[in-house]
């Protein structure tokens, strides 16, 4: 258990994903998470099915937390933190907005503010989530630890320049969308062949969950561990050649390239 008042200024999709992530993980507990955003409705109503706190502004909100963690859009960013700069005076941010960098939440936050840049993945609500982490001079050893301890317990963490947060991104943040479009496809192609779209589903879900286990687990390097499934002349192989044929590694390859691209579009 981590003793701190975590308030975060934003309940969106990803805020909510840390916040149910902490509350199962008993790092926190919900008393001690503090909520405050633009809706009314949706704070109020997600407080009241979670037991969070929620405040009726972001000042108040802000002077009632130790850390807090900033989870608008960027173009809310500026204008938000502005409101606040006096109550975070001796507080904590944790930004999770995307393509803003230290540098520019020092600026518009006060050079004495100490900052955790974090860009975590959704699949950080079931305990299951990989977290890059970045830190200005003002975050001490002391803080680093306890911080990258909180977001430890939602998953994995990697310490990275912010640098290295585009690729990132791309292959944490928005990959949980295409693996679960690759689930999606293969569960399609089962119910092509027969089986219901749920019990497709499952199985394909399964194995890609084995197989991540298998790469994480494994000495060997994924390349491998696919020659220990592909027999010669066997059906695994003729089905590698023809997902090749079509473009597959291409696609991925092309899929990150955008993904990257938009991201410094963002930044």
Same mark, same amino acid.
């Not at 009726?56 to 909100?61: D, E, I, R």
């Not at 999770?96 to 936050?109: F, H, K």
């Not at 496809?185 to 092509?192: A, C």
């Given at each position: ?29 919900? *008393? ?96 299951? *989530? ?108 003729? *089905? ?6 079509? *473009? ?20």
């Amino acid at each position: 258990m981590i003793a701190m008042k975590i308030g975060f200024i934003g309940v969106g999709a990803m805020a909510k994903a840390i916040i149910k992530g902490l509350i199962a993980s008993k790092v926190v507990t919900a *008393g001690d998470i503090n909520v405050h955003s633009a809706h009314e409705k949706n704070y109020v109503s997600f407080s009241k099915a979670t037991g969070v706190v929620s405040y009726k502004s972001n000042q108040t909100l802000v002077e009632q937390s130790d850390v807090v963690v900033l989870a608008v859009t960027p173009e809310m960013a500026k204008p938000v933190l502005q409101s606040v700069r006096e109550q975070l005076n001796g507080k904590t941010l944790i930004s999770i907005v995307g393509g803003m960098s230290i540098s520019r939440l020092e600026e518009i936050g006060g050079y004495s503010l100490k900052i955790l840049r974090a860009l975590p993945n959704i699949n950080v609500e079931i305990m299951a *989530g990989m977290t890059a982490l970045a830190a200005n001079e003002q975050l001490d050893d002391a803080a680093k630890k306890q911080l990258g301890d909180l977001f430890q317990a939602l998953g994995e963490i990697s310490w990275q320049p912010e640098t290295a947060f585009g690729i990132f991104s791309a292959l944490a943040g928005s990959s949980p969308a295409y693996v679960d479009f690759f689930i999606d496809s293969l569960s399609r192609v089962g119910v092509k062949y027969g089986l219901s779209k749920a019990a497709a589903t499952k199985i394909a879900a399964q194995a890609v969950q084995g197989s991540a286990k298998m790469v994480l687990q494994s000495s060997q390097t994924p390349f491998e561990l696919i020659d220990q499934v592909s027999s010669p002349g066997g059906s695994t192989v003729a *089905g590698l050649l023809a997902m090749e044929e079509a *473009g597959f590694m291409t696609a991925v390859v092309k899929g990150i390239d955008a993904t990257i691209q938009k991201n410094n579009q963002v930044d």
